[in-house]
Nanobody, 126 residues
Framework: QLQLVESGGGLVQPGGSLRLSCATS????????VGWFRQAPGKEREPLAC????????NYADSVKGRFTISRDNAKNMMYLQMNSLKPENTGVYYC???????????????????WGQGTQVTVSS
């Protein structure tokens, strides 16, 4: 059973940057496809980025492409989300997620994820 814990959220001004981290335990991360999702106030959780279990495929939501970068360090059982040029509409609770042998399709929502962290709040405001 894989456990995930996010960290790195906080308050940042528009145009600023944050790096979210997700520590995993309970199983080796190398077998898992991983991703990041966001849930804005009053909205459904939406996918932002993913990396397949093989590492061969990486995809991003159009709204964050070019500004956000997902990465993973299997040796440390960690995944990350580097967020640059943040906007107020990026505010929300950010979740890391994983699925054993998971893929990373262009339409990220097509990949089911069964393991989730508890979320970390990101607020973009001046």
């Amino acid at each position: 059973q894989l456990q995930l814990v996010e960290s790195g959220g906080g308050l940042v001004q528009p145009g600023g940057s944050l790096r979210l981290s997700c520590a995993t335990s309970g199983s080796g991360l190398h077998d898992y496809g991983v991703g990041w999702f966001r849930q804005a106030p009053g909205k459904e959780r939406e996918p932002l980025a993913c990396i397949s279990s093989s590492g061969a495929s990486t995809n991003y939501a159009d709204s964050v492409k070019g500004r956000f970068t997902i990465s993973r360090d299997n040796a440390k059982n960690m995944m990350y989300l580097q967020m640059n040029s943040l906007k107020p509409e990026n505010t929300g609770v950010y979740y890391c997620t994983a699925e054993r042998l998971g893929g990373c399709p262009r339409r990220i929502a097509r990949q089911p994820f069964n393991y989730w962290g508890q979320g970390t709040q990101v607020t973009v405001s001046s």
